[in-house]
């Protein structure tokens, strides 16, 4: 039976834990205590930032949280509620159904998540995107958009990447340079296919984006790793494989926060490596998957924003900034790299989302993606401050970790030996899923572990440190 309730929480406004946070952990410790029970119906905000005397604003915070992670569920134009299954009793749940039947395999509840460095989707202007997708198709001549377009991409929404590559980036490219694709994902496979033959050597970082490495050998590659340490790739190994005569086709690199160890490449090996390229003649293909985000003055700039380097693939993606499920990626190469992939391209897709690419490029015109790195940057400059006081709590003894100056993740090494699939297992018996070493595109034992946190709460980031922490 639904029912009034009135919160009696005390708000500490002197408390290093925010007062959102407060009332989200008050709220849970009222259900699990059965002050509230499964379908009891919550005031709206109003009422309760009435009632607990703070801002609307930061109940809409507290009570998106309690959704995102199952304590409450929302029901159109009736209101918020306490769910119907709630998460500390899943668990439960799962025991009892395993008694029942103890020939079957229950999977472990995963309540947390350590992603390998995605965007929080909440954060995303999804209203904007919806509303420029509405107008698009409002537009006198909506028709001409329906039928073929370029396989690159649409003309003006490849003139506004060019205008960010060269004014934020400092690359020296044309709109006749850029190739609109599906994702960063899709480039890095037009790439390989296109420009890697059979039995050609692609040398990849080690550890490094497993993704990368399964690509390069379906194109038919011999991929050859290259460890990593604190300044990114080795050079000196490079180097020395060229000393011996192997013919190097191509170098795959994610020089501003290396996958998995977030490591940037120094500048002394920049240098070298261009050398190396302009040298050899191999390319230089690099995947700046995350760029937009960084945390200190400025950013370092793109490899190919030198002028020196003459064989290169350049590759970025939209989807970090707006959300995954948002499929726009690019790439800039040279002329004739760019007419073997457009050939390929139309065999597999055609083209791209032309209108999602116009829409797209609406909200750059309107400013709305500005806001929103801008806003999102706040935000997980303040997640990964957070994550960082977490770590120091929690795992304080146990780890060593360089905090990163951009990106979503971070990397952090555990002191004393571990097997890092035995800490996964061990994790997700407690519901804590983290990346597992075989994302990482190495045979050899991964001594380190990457922590996506921008997509996760405070609260969740906090349970999941600690049961790192009880793990190792």
């Known amino acids: 039976m639904l ?101 079957q395999k229950i999977e472990p509840l995963i309540k947390i998540s350590f992603d390998d460095g995605l965007p929080d989707s909440r954060l995303a202007p999804l209203n904007e995107l919806a509303r420029a997708y509405r107008q698009i198709f409002s537009r006198k001549g909506r028709w001409q958009m329906m039928g073929y377009s370029q396989e690159s991409g649409d003309e003006d929404f490849k003139k506004a990447i060019t205008h960010m590559l060269n004014f934020k980036r400092t690359m020296g490219v044309s709109s006749s340079n850029i190739f609109i694709t599906r994702g960063s994902q899709m480039a890095l496979y037009l790439t390989a296919q296109t420009l890697i033959q059979a039995k050609d050597i692609v040398v990849v970082e080690n550890p490094g984006y ?25 050079i000196s190994v490079l180097k020395d494989l060229l000393l011996k005569g192997t013919k190097i086709k191509a170098v795959y690199v994610t020089p501003h926060h290396q996958f998995p160890t977030t490591v940037t490449l120094s500048l002394s090996r920049r240098l070298e490596l261009i050398s190396l390229s302009n040298l050899h003649g191999f390319i230089v293909i690099e995947d700046d998957y995350d760029h937009e985000f960084h945390f200190g003055p400025r950013p370092l700039m793109p490899l ?22 948002l499929r726009i990626g690019y790439l800039t190469t040279t002329a004739e790299n760019l007419q073997k992939i457009s050939v390929l391209r139309k065999m597999i897709d055609v083209q791209g989302d032309n209108i999602m690419e116009q829409a797209v490029l609406q909200l750059i015109n309107d400013g709305e993606i500005k806001r929103h790195l801008k806003k999102a940057s706040t935000k997980y400059k303040t997640k990964r401050d957070y994550l960082e006081f977490l770590i120091l709590k929690y795992l304080g003894g146990k780890v060593k970790y360089r905090r990163p100056e951009g990106g979503l993740a971070f990397w952090i090494q555990p002191i004393n030996e571990f097997d890092l699939e035995t800490v996964a297992d061990n994790l997700e018996k407690k519901g804590v899923r983290i990346v597992r070493s075989d994302n990482f595109g190495t045979d050899k034992p991964v001594r380190g572990l990457r922590l996506g946190f921008a997509s996760l709460t405070e609260i969740q980031l906090e349970e999941g440190i600690k049961a790192l922490g009880e793990v190792l």
């Open 3 to 103: 029912r009034p309730w009135e919160f009696q929480l005390t708000i500490e406004p002197d408390s290093a834990k925010p007062i959102y946070l407060q009332i989200t952990d008050g709220i849970i410790d009222a259900i699990k205590q059965g002050k509230l029970k499964p379908k009891d119906m919550l005031p709206g905000s109003r009422l309760l930032g009435s009632q607990l005397k703070v801002n609307r604003n930061t109940v809409i915070q507290a009570l998106e949280i309690l959704l995102a992670e199952g304590w409450l569920m929302s029901k159109e134009r009736r209101g918020t509620f306490v769910s119907n299954v709630l998460p500390e009793f899943l668990l439960n749940d799962q025991n009892r159904e395993k008694e029942m039947l103890p020939q």
């Open 304 to 325: 190919c924003s030198n002028g020196n380097l003459r064989n290169f693939v350049y590759i970025g993606t939209m989807s970090k900034i707006v959300a995954p499920a």
């Open 210 to 234: 497993k993704a990368a490495w399964d690509t390069f050998s379906m194109a038919g590659a011999t991929v050859v790793p290259i460890d990593v340490d604190d300044d990114g790739i080795k």
